[in-house]
């Protein structure tokens, strides 16, 4: 990402296509954890904080690329009315294990509020089935993670 980032301050049009396939994958990633902490209408620094951890973990950001795609991601969501084109760039990115580690991931940002609100819960379940992640899978990994949160 930041080769990406340079690239455009050095005025380069040339963008290398691993750089840029990697930083949709990981907007794409950011906007729909973004897109679950805003379902239930209230996105507050509990969740922003789960989001920045996540992303910084799994993505292995520094926390000036974290908070610079989480800007970029916020704004994306704010801009957008549809899950397709978030979706589309997992699928295009992530494997099929990548795919589960995501819906681990958005469960905890719906738990990072200790809420669980139906409209979190109807959007993870639309989520998984457009990054084709079976109901089982997506039933293990609620399950994985809210074990993990009451054990610690």
Not at 62 to 82: I, P, T
Request: net charge negative; charged share 30%.
């Amino acid at each position: 990402m930041l080769n990406r980032i340079s690239s455009l301050f050095r005025g380069s049009s040339e963008v290398d296509p691993d750089d840029e396939g990697e930083f949709d994958m990981h907007l794409g990633a950011a906007a729909l954890l973004i897109e679950a902490a805003y379902m239930d209408d209230q996105f507050d620094e509990s969740e922003r904080a789960v989001i920045s951890d996540l992303v910084r973990r799994h993505f292995g950001l520094d926390s000036a690329d974290c908070k610079s795609l989480l800007v970029k991601a916020e704004s994306a969501v704010a801009s957008s009315h549809q899950l397709y084109e978030f979706t589309r760039s997992v699928n295009d990115n992530f494997t099929p294990e990548q795919r589960i580690e995501l819906m681990e991931m958005l469960w905890e940002v719906v738990y990072a509020d200790n809420e669980v609100h139906e409209f979190e819960v109807n959007l993870l379940r639309r989520v998984g089935g457009l990054i084709y992640v079976s109901d089982r899978d997506r039933a293990l990994a609620r399950q994985r993670v809210a074990q993990r949160l009451g054990s610690s």
